[in-house]
């Protein structure tokens, strides 16, 4: 027996024959090319494109699902994307390479840099790019892939990579888990396969090179696992864990309803982050306070051109409508740093500490005035509130607001109707502006915690530099005594403060952020029910209590062995499932 242990993409057991595949013939090959072989590349290259999009149109039919057509039209917008091609074509002629071998190139850079960010959703984007090389290599090569659009048994797939399109194009009735050898939680593989409802394990190292087709598996999407020729006890242990699963699942979803309250009367409210409207229906289904953070710089990311100010509208109201009478945060746009958007000109060496955020958009107001007027004729369809990124301190602050106020100006000139009364706060994420706190707290109506940044810019370590990714420690007294700084100031000024980074999603978490004294947590749909069931059970009085006794501790080892000691005491039916 093997077992392999990777990332829970899509929750679930499943038991079947392993079928194993690969896409060792989509592998590249290098070619030199005379200077009159060119023209014939190039046709080779842009017939691949013909061919690829025409794949993808063969599966954008109208009864997909929402989340579906979005990956598929993401795919075809790459195939599209100008910027993309021409490097393409200028690598064949600048280096005399064949096609395919030019389209592998140029994609590894790209692939290459995206892979340098620590945003796990850019990452993700990265793997985009390469499926969308791999549809024009395999259309090049002509050799096709491995097929499965029928199969005649139930099997559990085990492969290095899957495409979109070939989950699409498969015969789901009889897939009953996969298993991969990489991928992410965000990848649109990882999408795809929970809108499928099929039990998936990612990033399962070398499964496919171990497995061999008929093999007997276990596949547990719940914990990340997967199991080669179990024996009998593994499969009657993995049994008894899967009906334990399903009556937790039973029990958090009875709580969608209840409010997160402490046993003693504390609520801390729990929001949602999204970055499309697509993902409003499962804020609401799992009884969301609202939308704590709604990352606008994506509808910039998804486009081969800025969005224009109606497109923006059209998304912020759409959104805002859907949640109504519940808030909707909306962050303005933060891009640049790890977040890469092509064609606004940003390469820096320093990206992280460069001209990102509330920076880049001072200076390209042109961009920044249209999503505030977008956001402002968005306001009168609920509830909207504005949140700034990364300010650093009171100038930052005042310049923005002062642009806001500018905006509104305009608006009331051309009798633009919008809400008067619109909340308007800022990102806590940079240690200048957690030790000036109380001087941003007089200017705006809410502060909210960017855990994400402002860990990494506290201890000074780029979690994505495997090297140091150790130091990374949410639970570093350092952090910890920022964020009861922080909220000290908010509360001081009568101001709430969220807090919406990794942090808030993390049930060993929760309790200690509440008696930390935040007001609002704001995470992934997929981790709210969780943290509601963890605060109804616990009174705020013994939250404020851990909080205390943490606050006094000195190191993070010390800190996060006692915390998740004090959880397993107190949750032991969340850690044994």
């Given amino acids: 027996m093997r077992i392999f242990k990777g990332i829970a993409a899509s929750e679930g057991l499943a038991k079947g024959k ?14 030199h090319i005379l200077a009159d072989g060119v023209p014939g590349e190039l046709e080779k290259f842009r017939g691949s494109l013909v061919t690829a999009k025409h794949t993808l149109q ?64 850019l990452r993700e984007r990265a793997v985009d790019f390469k499926d969308v090389s791999l549809y024009l290599i395999d259309a090049i090569k002509g050799k096709g892939q491995r097929r499965m659009e029928h199969l005649n048994e139930d099997v559990i797939l085990v492969a290095d990579i899957l495409m979109p399109s070939e989950l699409f194009a498969m015969d789901k009735t009889h897939i009953l888990g996969i298993c991969l050898d990489g ?22 190292g070398g499964a496919s090179k171990t497995v061999s087709d008929g093999d007997e598996m276990i596949i547990d999407g719940t914990y990340g696992e997967a199991f080669i020729r179990p024996d009998h006890t593994v499969s009657q242990m993995l049994d008894e864990r899967y009906a334990r699963w399903q009556q937790h699942e039973v029990e958090l979803h009875q709580m969608a309803t209840l409010s997160s309250t402490t046993t003693d009367g504390h609520e801390v409210l729990l929001k949602t982050n999204i970055q499309t409207a697509n993902e409003v229906e499962a804020a609401r289904a799992c009884g969301a306070s609202g939308i704590g953070l709604f990352r606008s710089e994506f509808l910039f990311m998804e486009s081969l051109e800025n969005p224009s100010e109606e497109r923006q ?24 740093g790890d977040k890469v958007v092509s064609g606004l000109g ?37 509830k909207l509130q504005i949140m700034f990124p990364m300010i650093s301190g009171g100038e930052e602050l005042n310049a923005v607001l002062h642009l806001l106020e500018h905006v509104k100006e305009e608006c009331r000139s ?50 994505g530099n495997e090297k140091i990714a150790y130091l990374y420690q949410p639970f570093h007294p350092g952090v910890l005594r920022s964020i009861r700084m922080i909220v000290q100031m908010a509360h001081q000024n009568n101001i709430p403060v969220s807090l919406c980074g990794e942090m808030a999603s993390d049930p060993f978490c929760s ?25 109804r059970s616990v009174s705020y009085q013994e939250a404020k209590e851990l909080a205390e006794h943490v606050l006094e501790m000195d190191s993070y080892l010390t800190i996060t062995t006692y915390i998740r000691e004090w959880m397993h005491d107190r949750f032991d039916h969340f850690t044994t499932i």
């Fill in 511 to 535: 309790v200690l952020l509440a008696g930390m004294g935040l007001d609002e947590l704001s995470m992934g749909s997929q981790s709210l029910l969780q943290v509601r069931k963890i605060l």
């Fill in 346 to 382: 940003i390469d820096e060496k320093n990206p992280i500490l460069g001209w990102r955020a509330v920076r880049f958009c001072l200076s390209r107001k042109d961009i920044f005035t249209v999503q505030l007027r977008a956001l402002l004729r968005a306001s009168v369809y609920g």
């Fill in 58 to 121: 063969e599966h954008n039919v109208s009864d997909i699902s929402k989340e579906s057509k979005d990956i598929l039209e993401t795919h075809l917008l790459m195939l599209e994307d100008p910027e993309y091609i021409q490097q393409i074509e200028a690598y064949i002629t600048t280096n005399l390479v064949c096609a395919q071998w030019a389209i592998d190139s140029v994609t590894s850079s790209m692939v290459s840099l995206l892979d340098q960010t620590d945003d796990e959703l």
């Fill in 18 to 31: 392993a079928l194993v595949h690969h896409h060792a013939l989509m592998t590249a090959e290098k070619q």
């Fill in 414 to 463: 051309e009798r633009i109707p919008f809400d008067p009364y619109i909340k308007v706060g800022t990102m806590i994420e940079v240690p200048s502006a957690a030790l000036c706190a109380d001087i941003l707290a007089k200017k705006v109506d809410f502060f909210s915690i960017g855990t994400n940044d402002l860990i990494q810019y506290t201890i000074a370590v780029d979690r």
């Fill in 313 to 336: 509208f059209e998304a912020y109201k759409q959104v805002i409508e859907a949640m109504a009478p519940k808030p909707v945060t909306i962050r303005t746009i933060d891009i640049g």
């Fill in 183 to 204: 991928g992410g939680r965000a990848s649109h593989v990882a999408i795809l396969v929970r809108a499928f409802n099929i039990p998936t394990v990612l990033a399962a």
